[in-house]
Structures are given as structure tokens and as C-alpha cells.
Nanobody, 123 residues
């Protein structure tokens, strides 16, 4: 069992910044990928940014140059620094982790999700 706890969402004016955090705990041997996704009532959940344990990043085109994902592997924590926020960034942001639960595990990495944190950007 893996738990992801997110924090840092809130209300901000356009052009402002927020920093999201997500800490993973539970049955974790390693985490291959941590990332952030978002969803608003009008759209399906979409990728925002991911970061592998080796340091490779992937960003949605809409956030490149504005958002930065980082990770503390020792703490199983991922961060999302969001700058120059726009009203269209308004959504519930979900943390995701792909977890290897123990050393000799041979299956696919387990997919864990946080409960979501609301980011609202006012114009």
C-alpha cells in the first residue's frame, strides 16, 4: 500500500506562482517515475510533468518554460514549481508515482495517485 499526500494548492492571481509538493509513503523499495497530472471539469486528466529517478523530465507543451518539476529521492517527494500562472492552468492537480514495492518484485511498477489539490488562477 502506497500513499501520496499532496500540498501547496490554492488561489493565485494570473502571473503569480505556486509550489506543489507530494510525499510518498508506505511499501516502497524504489520509485521509477514521479509526476503531476491535472484535470478540470471540461477535460480528461492530462500530463503536466514527469521526472524519472535518473533525472529525465517530460513536460506538457503548455507548461514548458513556466513549470519546473524536481524530486528528492531520499524523501520520496516530488515538487512542482509553477510560475507565470495563467487562468487556463486552473485545475485539480494529481501526483502520480510508479512504485517498486520491494527488492525482488518482478511485476510492472505499481501506479499510485494522490487525492488531488486544487489550483485556481484568477484573471
Amino acid at each position: 500500500q502506497v500513499q501520496l499526500v499532496e500540498s501547496g494548492g490554492g488561489l493565485v492571481q494570473a502571473g503569480g506562482s505556486l509550489r506543489l509538493s507530494c510525499a510518498a509513503s508506505g511499501s516502497i523499495f524504489s520509485i521509477t517515475v514521479m509526476g503531476w497530472y491535472r484535470q478540470d471539469p471540461e477535460t480528461q486528466r492530462e500530463l503536466v510533468a514527469t521526472l524519472t529517478s535518473g533525472g529525465s523530465t517530460n513536460y506538457a507543451d503548455s507548461v514548458k518554460g513556466r513549470f519546473t518539476i524536481s524530486r528528492d529521492n531520499a524523501k520520496n517527494t516530488v515538487y512542482l514549481q509553477m510560475n507565470s500562472l495563467k487562468p487556463e492552468d486552473t485545475a485539480v492537480y494529481y501526483c502520480n508515482a510508479r512504485v517498486i514495492p520491494y527488492r525482488d518484485y518482478e511485476g510492472d511498477a505499481l501506479d499510485a495517485w494522490g487525492q488531488g489539490t486544487l489550483v485556481t488562477v484568477s484573471s
